[in-house]
């Protein structure tokens, strides 16, 4: 099975920052672009940010401006760095693997998804 290996969940408080990783094997890394979704309490599972292999990206309107989304191609690595967080943003974050759209990055949706990680959880207190 595809593992995506995500890290750096954690509890902080409002105004705080945390950054996620997410390490793919290198055929997966090298196919797909890549991007995060979150999940919050009672809340669907929603598209935050995409990053395609030319290192281009696209942010959900909620997050732009206080997330970033990179990656390390010697690492096979994406991260999310997220600043001035807020209690709303308190969710369930989920890398994955996505089928990149010909047009450019756009906000990863659950159909585009090829793998997902096994999720790290984020809690923002206010």
């Known amino acids: 099975a595809v593992q995506l290996v995500e890290s750096g969940g954690g509890s902080v408080q409002a105004g705080g920052s945390l950054r996620l990783s997410c390490t793919a094997p290198g055929y997966v890394y090298k196919s797909f672009c890549m991007g995060w979704f979150r999940q919050g309490p009672g809340t669907e599972r929603e598209g935050v940010a995409t990053i395609n292999k030319g290192g281009h990206t696209y942010y959900a309107d909620f997050v732009k401006g206080r997330f970033s989304i990179s990656k390390d191609d010697a690492k096979n690595t994406v991260y999310l760095e997220m600043n001035t967080l807020k209690p709303e943003d308190t969710a369930e974050y989920y890398c994955?693997?996505?089928?990149?759209?010909?047009?450019?990055?756009?906000?990863?949706?659950?159909?585009?998804?090829?793998?997902w990680g096994q999720g790290t959880q984020v809690t923002v207190s206010s």
């Open positions: 994955a693997a996505l089928y990149c759209d010909p047009r450019g990055p756009t906000l990863p949706t659950i159909p585009s998804v090829a793998y």
